[in-house]
């Protein structure tokens, strides 16, 4: 078994990641998913949370919300509709997006689209709490 796994993270802007990784965790459709070299191979749907790796000791987060991931027993291949560094993160922004879904969602506004307000603040707290962990 191999030491490492290929990661590579690619948005629609970018690539954002191409590293080697001791392991992965993922946001799956269904749960996270631990994905270590050798894994069987899979295809998932991403669904919102945190991206994390170990690559030399150190934990590298990212904020994620939806996408896809192929793993390979050596390559992690995720595209991502939307991802972020945790270095990255505007916190207040967030903080912000999550006080307007919140109000939106007490509201009993018609013409609030409840779905959207609800993918906004699953996003918005995602974003949160791989902020507050750091990279």
């Given amino acids: 078994m191999a030491e490492a796994l290929e990661l590579e993270i690619v948005t629609p802007e970018r690539l954002l990641v191409h590293d080697k990784a001791e392991e992965v965790q993922i946001p799956g459709g269904k749960g996270y ?6 894994h069987a191979p899979l295809i998932t ?13 150190n934990t590298i987060r990212f904020a994620v919300a939806w996408g896809f991931a192929e793993v390979l027993p050596y390559k992690v291949t995720i595209l991502a ?8 993160i505007d916190v207040a922004r967030a903080q912000e997006t999550k006080k307007r879904a919140e109000d939106q969602l007490r509201s009993n506004d018609p013409e609030v689209d409840y779905e ?7 996003r918005a707290e995602a974003w949160i709490n791989v902020a507050q962990k750091g990279s």
């Avoid at 998913?33 to 050798?38: E, R």
């Avoid at 749907?45 to 000791?57: F, M, P, Q, R, T």
Wanted: with cysteine; aromatic share 2%.
């Fill in 81 to 88: 509709e939307r991802c972020q560094r945790a270095s990255e």
């Fill in 116 to 122: 959207r307000a609800q993918r906004s603040l699953q």
């Fill in 33 to 38: 998913l631990g994905i270590l070299p050798g």
């Fill in 45 to 57: 749907e991403l669904s919102v949370g945190e991206i994390s790796y170990k690559n030399a000791g």
